[in-house]
């Protein structure tokens, strides 16, 4: 299945968020199979990454290292620790990280609050994962 992801665009200082491309296998008719799909792929995406580090690294374009200077790194985006991912775990974590309400998901502009709540899906979807991050200081 198909559908656009909203990324925030890499090496850009300004908040420019753009629909991707983003496939997963098979059918997705709730959000827990939303979320699980979603971690699936990246997790691969993740792991394959991994193999990369062990195989001969390739040269960066000039494309590739105008857009990685813009945020203040460059790197052939291989992962030297040379640990996969669990995949299960990477699930259990981001199942848990939506219903405890670090991440807000949403599909076509409109929340999406509960794990068994359907959704429907097409080419045209537009899904934006929204990790929260907890601010940490003192009230006067």
Known sequence: MNFKVAVKQLGKRKNVVQPINFEVNGEIKTVRELIEKTVETNVKEYNESVKKGEEAEKALSE??????????????????????????????????????????????????????????????SVVTFIRLTMLVGRMW
């Open 63 to 124: 494309q590739d290292i105008t857009e990685q200077s813009q945020i203040g790194k460059i790197a052939f985006g291989i992962n030297y620790g040379g640990k996969k991912a669990n995949l299960q775990e990477a699930i259990d974590t981001a199942l848990l990280a939506f219903e405890d309400g670090l991440v807000k998901i949403f599909v076509d502009g409109l929340e999406v609050y509960s794990l068994d709540k359907e959704i429907n899906l097409t080419e045209q």
